[in-house]
């Protein structure tokens, strides 16, 4: 299996710009993650889906983000519009199993993005 | 909400020195996992506990899991420069609630 896929892996913007991440979980895989990462707050968890539902977004920062899960191959993470402080390296993650929170995380190589 | 601390934050050892890392939760945990992020890399699962008391080996890594299931450790026997990375661990409360990721611990192994 290729793991979670994640394009761009990076991503340099001005201020104001719309920005689309994207995700391929692993197949089979029913669940899936989106995490922030900074130096100053460490790993975020941001929204996670269980079978393309969305189950808890209380981690997305304002209104400005918004994250889809069409299909169980494919999810977004939107920000727009983007800012300074929106710059940090964004993994997508994905679980298996229907406990899936027992289940070990598998993460993409992560987008860096870049926001001036 | 939960909080998951790690500490220490960084971590410097010359080679062939152990390491441990401490991780603690403000309330009971269900299970703990155990990560590992290479520099400019993603995080690898490492592990995972889930019994009181557990204690499971991985070669010179050891896991534990606390009698009170709120604190865990995670110690390397004679580092080598290929354990260089942050490890982080991550919580989960009993319920319907995802993992809490702890801060990390930044492990660098001088030669």
């Known amino acids: 299996d290729a793991g979670v896929i994640q394009s761009p892996r990076h991503e340099v913007t001005e201020m104001g710009q719309e920005v689309t991440l994207r995700c391929k979980p692993i197949s089979g895989h029913n669940s899936l993650f989106w995490y922030r990462q900074t130096m100053m707050r460490g790993l975020e968890l941001l929204i996670y889906?269980?079978?393309?539902?969305?189950?808890?977004d209380s981690g997305m920062p304002e209104d400005r983000f918004s994250a889809k899960m069409p299909n169980a191959s494919f999810s977004t993470l939107k920000i727009q519009p983007s800012e300074p402080r929106d710059s940090a390296v964004y993994f997508c993650?994905?679980?298996?199993?229907?406990?899936?929170?027992?289940?070990?995380?598998?993460f993409g190589p992560g987008t860096r993005l870049t926001v001036t | 909400g939960q909080q998951v601390m790690q500490i220490p934050q960084y971590q410097h050892v010359q080679e062939g020195e152990d390491f441990t890392t401490y991780c603690n939760s403000s309330?009971?945990?269900?299970?703990i996992q155990w990560y590992k992020q290479r520099p400019g890399g993603h995080p690898v699962f490492l592990i995972q506990?889930?019994?009181?008391?557990e204690v499971k080996k991985q070669k010179r890594l050891t896991f534990q899991f606390g009698e009170a299931k709120k604190n865990s450790s995670l110690h390397i026997t004679a580092t080598q420069t290929t354990d260089v990375g942050t490890y982080f661990c991550?919580?989960?409360?009993?319920?319907?609630?995802?993992?809490?990721f702890g801060k990390g611990t930044r492990l660098s192994v001088i030669a």
């Open positions: 506990l889930v019994k009181s008391g």
């Open positions: 993650a994905s679980s298996s199993g229907t406990r899936f929170l027992y289940y070990e995380q598998y």
């Open positions: 889906f269980n079978n393309n539902v969305p189950i808890d």
């Open positions: 309330t009971t945990l269900s299970n």
């Open positions: 991550a919580g989960r409360s009993a319920g319907n609630t995802p993992l809490v």
